[in-house]
């Protein structure tokens, strides 16, 4: 290992040099002629504070070389065999893995045999991406090295990391750093940390020196730049030596956080408690295949990982998994699993306590961990804990023949067994222990009001909770009719797994049918219910019954006035006792009155009714004949809207309201909702109308309609907008029938 040997002898020449004092400007004639020297020379030294780090450290090797005492680390190979004896491990890091590694810019230039670089020894490389000027402008650079420095140590199977160096005076200075790293970093794959190398100028005053900054604000930088390098995915550190590591940021707290990179060369490392995993230990090694100084590091593989073990277990119900806050922890990742070996994760706990899914896993464990950095090191997992709740879920019937059901159900993760039970015989009983999740029943003709409930076990033998009743299907159908009656004739909706329906009369009448309708004597009243049934062909098997009705008899034709009308979809008409149904006509360009629907509700809409004549006629029926009321007076939708409906005055008294005048119209009619639904309040010839007795009304809205003709031909148009007189859209009462 001859770059290991290489760097102790400069780290031990570097302490026989201890209180020798190098100015800035010290060069030598001999060192102008160096090439390397000439490549620093040329540099600006006003804008890269690293130059002037790289410029001290080559005047200190080559006055080092010119005395004796510096000249007798070209024999340290001869006089020690063993390279441990060079550097003094904290005993924190005994028995840890040690990996040795260099740290570049372009102060080194891309004039690098990396097979040279491997074959001493060097295990990883971590590349300076860029920096910010130092001087008061503060622009940002890219290392004019750095992208093909990288490329070459990573085609050469080196491990590489970053860093950068900051003069950043604020937390935004500190992110846009972070974004150049992320944007030059984005080509490659790297193994080590982007380090945030925050330090003071030698030999020079840089504008973080000038800044004045706080011991929390400078800490602050490093937080903002690690965070926001973590946010592209990359894991973070913080470079400082051991002085602003201890007094000029907390190198406590960021080292709970972030990797820490500490450079200590002439000072007892062993002194600095903190954590860190990584020691700079000379900035003077010689490397082969790099001209001039070089800077070389340890790496130890820390174990950031919190010690102890957490104490876990699940409450009575195994409903929540609980445990105690394990030291150095930032979470706990909760593992759950079905079958004593595949573990899958559950969740990521910050606490210390999780409510477990429903249904929870079969057995449940948890590891404690620590965050540093982006890198997430992992404790030691508890034993697994019994979370067995056996939930029963997708549990169905369906019937399949008269008094017969196949009752089914999911498999439940880590169940062996199934115990299901019934209350067939009056109270619940074990029926069945079973490995599948199908059970069929055979019991009573109907199995109305039986249930079943159904219980998983573990291999363990622990008990999983009964599942709730489940109805077992009847045989009669479940759902029941609901009636209307139109005049004579009684009406209901299909329902499901029905033959038949049967009408059953007060008077003791009762008649079967498989229509949805019904046409009882209606000459005379009478009460009526019904019931839906399924059949063996032996025997009835009836679902429950409907609400009365009652047909209070009937006249031939309907008896009564319909008068016809519009609102905003379409024909409306009032209804007459005595009708099964209503006809809708419509007038063609001859006069004649087409048929165009039957309906039994009160209204017909259509998409476009304008201009044409309607009008309506109501009928019902009696052994296969139709009889049919008068018609209804003439319609026809020809007035435009009424527009532009306000509110002119509104007092405690009343409201005085206005709209724009239709031509054609003859009379408008003002609708009044005052929170339970529009009525007409007023006729008038003009477009105002005053709107009383709304002082005490919590809401209240008019709209107003044009017409025109006669009772025989009668002309309207659509309803204006709705105009609010107290409150708004938001303030109408519930359930407000808002239709005219």
Not at 219 to 226: G, I, K, P, Q, S
Not at 254 to 266: P, T, V
Not at 343 to 367: H, I, M, N, R, S
Not at 643 to 668: I, M, P, R
Request: with cysteine.
């Amino acid at each position: 290992m001859k770059f290991l040997k290489a760097a102790a002898a400069a780290s031990i020449a570097g302490l026989m040099c201890i209180g020798m004092m190098i100015p800035a400007y010290a060069q030598t004639t001999d060192e102008q002629t160096d090439s390397t020297a000439l490549i620093a020379a040329d540099a600006d030294a006003s804008e890269d504070g690293g130059y002037l780090k790289y410029k001290n450290n080559m005047m200190r090797k080559m006055l080092l070389d010119k005395t004796p005492v510096g000249r007798m680390r070209n024999d340290l190979d001869m006089c020690k065999s063993e390279y441990g004896s060079y550097l003094t491990h904290d005993v924190r890091f005994n028995g840890m893995g040690r990996h040795y590694g260099i740290d570049i810019s372009q102060w080194q230039t891309t004039d690098i045999d990396w097979d040279a670089v491997k074959e001493d020894g060097v295990e990883y490389v971590i590349l300076r991406v860029g920096y910010r000027c130092y001087g008061s402008t503060g622009e940002l650079r890219v290392d004019p090295c750095f992208h093909e420095n990288i490329t070459n140590a990573i085609a050469h199977g080196l491990k590489v990391g970053a860093y950068f160096y900051t003069q950043a005076v604020n937390a935004e200075e500190a992110r846009a750093e972070a974004d150049l790293c992320a944007r030059e970093l984005k080509p490659y794959n790297i193994d080590l940390p982007v380090y945030y190398d925050i330090e003071s100028v030698d030999y020079d005053t840089g504008r973080l020196d000038s800044a004045d900054l706080s011991f929390d604000e400078k800490t602050a930088l490093c937080e903002a730049f690690c965070d926001r390098i973590q946010s592209y995915g990359y894991s973070s550190g913080v470079y400082a030596n051991k002085n602003w590591l201890t007094y000029m940021i907390n190198g406590y707290s960021l080292g709970q956080k972030y990797h820490i990179w500490i450079a200590a060369y002439m000072s007892d490392i062993t002194s600095y408690t903190n954590t860190y995993d990584t020691w700079q230990y000379t900035s003077l090694a010689e490397i082969p295949g790099i001209k001039g100084t070089v800077d070389t590091n340890v790496r130890y593989d820390m174990d950031f990982a919190p010690k102890d073990t957490p104490s876990a277990d699940v409450d009575n119900d195994h409903d929540k998994m609980f445990w105690n806050k394990v030291d150095g922890a930032d979470g706990y990742i909760v593992y759950g699993c079905d079958n004593d070996k595949d573990l899958y994760e559950v969740a990521d706990v910050k606490g210390t306590e999780f409510k477990l899914p429903t249904p929870p896993p079969v057995k449940v464990c948890l590891t404690p961990y620590k965050d540093i950095g982006g890198d997430r090191y992992f404790g030691k997992r508890t034993p697994l804990i019994n979370s067995f709740k056996g939930i029963i879920s997708e549990l169905t019937a369906e019937l399949t023949a008269l008094g017969k059901n196949t009752v089914t159900w999911a498999k439940v993760p880590g169940a062996v067994k199934y115990e299901v039970y019934s209350d067939l015989s009056g109270s619940y009983k074990l029926v069945s222990t079973q490995t599948d999740t199908t059970y069929k029943v055979s019991g009573k003709d109907d199995l109305k009001g039986c249930h079943i409930k159904v219980k998983a076990y573990s291999k363990e033998g622990y008990e999983g909770v009964m599942s709730d009743a489940l109805d077992l299907v009847q045989n009669a159908p479940y759902d029941v009719p609901e009636l209307s009656v139109y005049g004579s004739r009684i009406c209901w909706g299909k329902i499901d797994g029905a033959q038949g329906y049967t009408i059953f009369g007060d008077n003791g009448f009762a008649a079967d049918t498989t229509d949805i309708y019904y046409d009882v004597d209606g000459s005379e009243k009478g009460t009526y219910h019904v019931a839906a049934y399924v059949t063996d062909g032996n025997k009835k098997y009836y679902g429950d019954s409907s609400a009365k009705v009652t047909v209070k008899g009937v006249r031939y034709p309907p008896e009564g006035e319909i008068i016809l009308d519009a609102d905003d979809a379409g024909l409306v008409w009032n209804r007459l006792s005595d009708a099964a149904g209503y006809i809708i006509f419509k007038l063609d360009a001859n006069g004649e009155a087409q048929e165009i629907a039957r309906t039994r509700e009160c209204r017909y809409d259509a998409p476009d009714l304008k201009g044409a004549v309607y009008f309506v006629r109501a009928f019902n029926a009696k052994n296969g004949e139709e009889f049919y009321s008068e018609d209804s007076n003439h319609l026809r939708i020809s007035l435009p809207v009424v527009t532009k409906a306000k509110l002119e005055s509104l007092t405690d008294a009343a409201a005085v309201v206005s709209w724009d005048e239709v031509n054609g119209c003859e009379e408008y009619m003002v609708y009044l909702d005052k929170g339970e639904g529009y009525e007409l309040y007023t006729t008038v010839k003009g477009n105002m109308a005053m709107i009383g007795g709304i002082a005490d009304a919590p809401y209240a809205s008019i709209r107003i309609k044009a017409y025109s003709g006669s009772e025989e031909l009668l002309s309207c148009g659509f309803y204006s907008n709705e105009l609010f007189l107290i409150g708004d859209e938001n303030s109408r009462p519930a359930d407000t029938e808002t239709e005219i």
